[in-house]
Nanobody
Framework: QVQLVESGGGLVQPGGSLRLSCVVSGSRFSIGDMGWYRQAPGKQRELVATITNRGSTNYADSVKGRFTISRDNAKNTAFLQMNSLKPEDTAAYYC????????????WGQGTQVTVSS
């Protein structure tokens, strides 16, 4: 059974940094795209950043220049380095993966809370 476990969330002051991690286990297939999404209270889940298995990245305009997505394929782990955090970055952050197999199944983690507040 595929499992995604996120960690690294917490409370940080505006301008601070956090690094999120997402460890994937239980997959018989290679991991294709990995991504981070976030959902603030009362809002829809939105894309933050994605990275392909070849390292190509894509970012939401709101986080460009502040967030960096990366991955360690040997450890089936994705990271999200978040710098210059703003109160509007406050949300639950979710990891998502797509497997390289028929149907391209997608899996989600349970989420980790990021709160940016003074």
């Amino acid at each position: 059974q595929v499992q995604l476990v996120e960690s690294g969330g917490g409370l940080v002051q505006p301008g601070g940094s956090l690094r999120l991690s997402c460890v994937v286990s239980g997959s018989r297939f290679s991991i294709g795209d990995m991504g981070w999404y976030r959902q603030a209270p009362g809002k829809q889940r939105e894309l933050v950043a994605t990275i392909t298995n070849r390292g190509s990245t894509n970012y939401a305009d709101s986080v460009k220049g502040r967030f960096t997505i990366s991955r360690d394929n040997a450890k089936n782990t994705a990271f999200l380095q978040m710098n210059s955090l703003k109160p509007e970055d406050t949300a639950a952050y979710y990891c998502n993966i797509k497997l390289v197999t028929f149907g391209i199944p997608s899996y989600w983690g349970q989420g980790t809370q990021v709160t940016v507040s003074s």
